[in-house]
């Protein structure tokens, strides 16, 4: 998810309060947020003159969330705090200038709620294969484990399948020989309707992902990024979606 990079906006920990560590506030348009910040600061005992790594976790916590009894209406009168400065610019985005100082504080950072997997909850729950099939594909010491679950790390690995994330973390070829394995030993009798559905479904993952083996992308994974895709790569995985199409 894109959001404040805190590393950017606080990118020099030998700095203290008042000599710049908050790097935004460092310019004549935000003055009188620095202004804020040590007035406000010395009132609530916060060391000004102290390296910002060498503040505690509260200190600085203090500094990026602002004042714990801040209202709504209160500012410059509480301290507001880094996040709620960062708040009042999203609404004055539909200013350039204002979209470009945004630009330089935000980054790439890993979504708290799901982890990375960019997946609901219950859809990490499933499981696909058996113990055998999943051990042979991936460790167990590197399985992902759900956040919100009350499940040990042992309790993880004992599991038999692989979740749908793990799927996505795999390299397209030993993705392929995977649902090969799943395939072949479906565990169902041949002849139930189950059995048949299932046929047709894994049918069609296995040819998208031999086409995906075909042209040479074998060793991309399914939660790659498309914007982090080379110019061939983009035309190889459009051409297998032609491919794919061709009935």
Not at 32 to 41: F, K
Request: aromatic letters at 10%.
């Amino acid at each position: 998810m894109i959001g404040v990079d805190y590393g950017l906006v606080m990118p020099d920990g030998r700095l203290t309060l008042r000599s710049g560590a908050v790097k935004v506030f460092q310019t004549p348009a935000w003055a009188e947020c620095q202004d804020d910040l040590m007035r406000h600061a010395e009132v609530a005992g916060i060391p000004r003159d102290t390296a910002w790594n060498k503040l505690t976790e509260e200190q600085r916590y203090w500094v990026i969330h602002g004042n714990p009894i801040y209202k709504e209406g209160q500012w410059g009168k509480v301290w507001y705090g880094v996040k709620r400065f960062f708040a009042y610019l999203e609404t004055k985005s539909y200013k350039m200038h204002i979209r470009v100082l945004l630009s330089k504080y935000r980054s790439y950072t890993t979504c708290g709620t799901c982890n990375g997997a960019r997946l609901q909850g219950d859809a990490l729950l499933w499981r696909v294969g058996t113990k055998a099939q999943a051990d042979a594909a991936m460790l167990p010491a590197k399985r992902f484990l759900p956040q919100g679950v009350k499940w040990s790390r042992e309790q993880l690995e004992a599991l038999p399948g692989l979740s749908l994330h793990d799927l996505m973390l795999m390299p397209l070829d030993k993705l392929r020989a995977f649902f090969d394995a799943v395939r072949a030993d479906s565990g169902l009798d041949p002849a139930s309707a189950d059995a048949r559905a299932l046929e047709m479904l894994l049918e069609e993952i296995c040819t998208r992902l031999k086409y995906l083996c075909d042209v040479g992308i074998g060793y991309l994974t399914l939660d790659r990024q498309s914007r982090t895709l080379s110019g061939g790569e983009v035309q190889r995985i459009n051409l297998t979606t032609a491919l794919a199409h061709r009935w």
